[in-house]
């Protein structure tokens, strides 16, 4: 089946609010018209600013984490409603960065994945194994554990909703790739985990993204592997000339 490549920027703790706005300005024309969906994941001070530039555009935007409370005390937390507020679609839930710098486990994420569908934002749940559970060849069983963990508030009803992000922890912010068949792999055993999940109606349309120093020269050969669609751009995504270059890979 024909997936449309899905391709979103996570500019992590970068851009001051001129600086998001001069990112977001220099993204939108070159990405106008392509065939694929592309968001943009500002950090929280920047999201209102930039959803002010995006204005019509088919540009979605994307917070970074939520917390998986609705409202209360929970000091120097973000509640998906206010993302939805603040005119985000989507979060990034899981990031390797969320899981190893502030002891986010498989159970919060996935407390947070239920609390985003609640509030109606899309989840882009990341998955993704460390350089050790690699060599010790663990990659697999890893990835299904965050995967199933991750998903266990979903619900089959709202499992389209969502958006999988394979993200081999080596290979993100460190110019380390993996390779298309390296990810091919992986992405190939999420689909099988999500169509015993849900069924291959499901599993057929979900997407999975890669993410990990994908660039414009190496974009095209991940997104052409036949379970890759789309990707999470971290460093590329922060110029606007690699980050259109590919959306355009993504695109044709
Ligand atoms: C990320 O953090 O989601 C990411 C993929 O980063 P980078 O592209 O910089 O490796």
């Known amino acids: 089946m024909a997936r449309r490549k899905f391709v979103c920027g996570n500019w992590k703790m970068n851009m001051t609010i001129d ?33 002010e530039v995006l204005g019509g555009s088919s540009i979605r935007l994307a917070a970074q984490n939520c ?24 979060v990034i839930l899981g990031h390797s960065e969320r899981r190893t710098l502030f002891k986010e486990t498989d159970e919060t994420v996935g407390k947070k994945v239920g609390a985003a569908l609640d509030a109606g934002l899309q989840p882009i749940l990341c998955v ?36 999988i992000a394979y993200e081999p922890v080596w290979a993100i912010g460190t110019g380390r790739t993996a390779t298309p068949e390296q990810a091919q792999e992986v992405h190939a ?15 057929d349309e979900l997407r999975i993204q890669y993410g990990g120093s994908m660039k414009p020269s190496n974009a095209a050969e991940l997104l052409a592997m036949p379970d890759i669609d789309g990707g999470l751009i971290g460093g590329a995504s922060l110029k606007p000339d690699d980050f259109a270059a590919i959306v355009t890979a993504a695109a044709s």
Do not use: N, W
């Open 19 to 51: 600086e998001a706005k001069a990112l977001v300005e220099g993204i939108k024309p070159k990405v106008a018209g392509l065939e694929a969906d592309v968001a943009v994941a500002p950090p929280f001070t920047a999201l209102h600013a930039v959803a």
């Open 67 to 90: 917390h998986f409370e609705t409202k209360g005390a929970f000091t120097g937390e973000v509640a998906p409603t206010m993302l939805r507020d603040a005119c985000c679609s989507l």
């Open 128 to 163: 993704g194994e460390t350089l050790e559970e690699r060599d010790g060849g663990q990659t697999l069983a890893v990835v299904s554990r965050q995967l199933k963990a991750g998903l266990a508030a979903a619900g089959a009803d709202r499992a389209l909703r969502m958006v």
């Open 189 to 203: 055993h999420l689909r099988r985990d999500l169509e015993a999940m849900y069924g291959s109606a499901i599993s």
